[in-house]
């Protein structure tokens, strides 16, 4: 079974988490069939490891995770790839990959300017 995870930095304000609950819900809403579950690199809870338990206790063979990063900054550059080695691991028997930063992806970048224009107006 395959799983996704929502990835984020993280806060000591436990209101930055507000957008990645909603972003969950509606994950589950679109995607009813395809678990899912959020992490954080620090700060909150859960880890990127605890998350992973989680699929794999409800059954997943297969995790992909979503780094929620505007950008390949110095945490996914550095610290991501070694949470990403220590999951795989303690999980050998899960597929555990990883997507680019979302920022990275051109059609987030063009709902960002979306959003700008909308501003405007």
Do not use: Y
Request: glycine share 8%; charged share 20%.
């Amino acid at each position: 079974m395959q799983a996704i995870i929502l990835f984020g930095h993280g806060a000591r304000d436990i209101r930055w988490r507000e957008p990645f609950d909603r972003m969950a819900t509606l994950w589950r809403e679109q995607h009813p069939t395809t678990p899912m579950a959020l992490a954080f690199l620090e700060l909150m809870q859960p880890s990127l490891a605890e998350a992973i338990a989680g699929l794999v206790d409800a059954g997943a063979t297969s995790v992909r995770i979503i780094p929620v990063f505007f950008g390949q900054g110095g945490h996914l550059r550095n610290d991501f790839p070694v949470l990403l080695a220590d999951c795989q691991a303690k999980f050998p028997d899960v597929q555990i990959s990883a997507a680019p930063a979302v920022g990275e992806d051109p059609h987030i970048l063009q709902a960002i300017i979306d959003f700008g224009a909308r501003e405007l107006t």
